[in-house]
């Protein structure tokens, strides 16, 4: 067994092991591998040992690893900060993007996308903790956001991400995953066919998935530290 397949058999128990300490079903929870800065070569050993969802942060490498992997036939998931001068491969590369948190991100998205591809699934990201440094929307302006989101074209709002401040306290990681919950349940009974809490890394998958989180993203835990510096990110246009 390969490193990677070790690493990817011991985060699946640690899910499966969660999710039966909340009471919930292992096959409920989906883990998506977060391959950023890591060669395409890594991705293909992952998927080897079974994994098939992917996470990408940053465009141009993802697009080619997306390219490059084509045949294996994985899902790809964009999960960075996207800017609206990127979005055009990533309407098109990609079956997922998780960090919507503006309307014009997501029309161009809408746009962009090819028509002959299935509508693209995405998640809008959610400020849980309201840091300044952080992505996404704040919590009061959420349903709005939601709302406009699914009414467009092209795209289909599968649910919420979040990325709290990192803390050892679970009772602070639960009360910021909680909220994100609260939210979902909330666009649900306001009419959203929402599905989906991405929510949860490498070192807080377990309080995550105790507040309900469907996919969890990990990185570290499946292929170690960093393999190299990630790009700098150019101004937004």
């Known amino acids: 067994m390969t490193t990677i ?9 640690r899910i499966a092991a969660a999710a039966r300490h909340a009471g919930r079903d292992p096959a409920d929870v989906k883990l998506l591998a977060v391959s950023k800065t890591w060669p395409a070569e890594a991705v293909r050993e992952a998927a080897a040992a079974g994994q098939r969802a992917f996470g990408e942060n940053y465009v141009q490498e993802g697009v080619d690893k997306v390219e490059a992997l084509r045949a294996l036939g994985l899902e790809w998931h964009f999960i960075g900060p996207l800017q609206s001068n990127k979005t055009r491969p990533v309407a098109n590369a990609f079956d997922w993007v998780h960090g919507i948190d503006r309307l ?5 998205l809408s746009a962009q996308r090819d028509v002959h591809l299935p509508p693209l699934d995405v998640c809008i990201q ?11 929307v704040a919590p009061d302006e959420a349903g709005a956001l939601a709302h406009a989101v699914a009414a467009l074209p092209r795209l289909r709002l599968r649910g919420l991400m979040c990325i709290p ?10 009360a910021r995953f909680a909220v994100l919950r609260g939210l979902h349940d909330e666009l649900r009974a306001a009419g959203l066919a929402l599905d989906t809490l991405s929510m949860g890394m490498s070192h807080d998958l377990e309080p995550a998935i105790a507040e ?9 835990a499946i292929f170690g530290e960093r393999a190299r510096t990630a ?5 937004t246009a």
């Open 5 to 13: 397949a070790a690493r990817l058999d011991a985060v699946r128990a």
């Open 104 to 108: 014009k991100i997501a029309e161009r």
């Open 126 to 136: 959610v400020n849980v903790s309201g840091e300044d440094s952080k992505s996404g």
């Open 165 to 174: 401040e990192p803390s050892a306290d679970e009772a602070v990681l639960r």
């Open 212 to 220: 309900g989180a469907n996919i969890v993203r990990v990185g570290t």
């Open 231 to 235: 790009p700098t990110p150019t101004p």
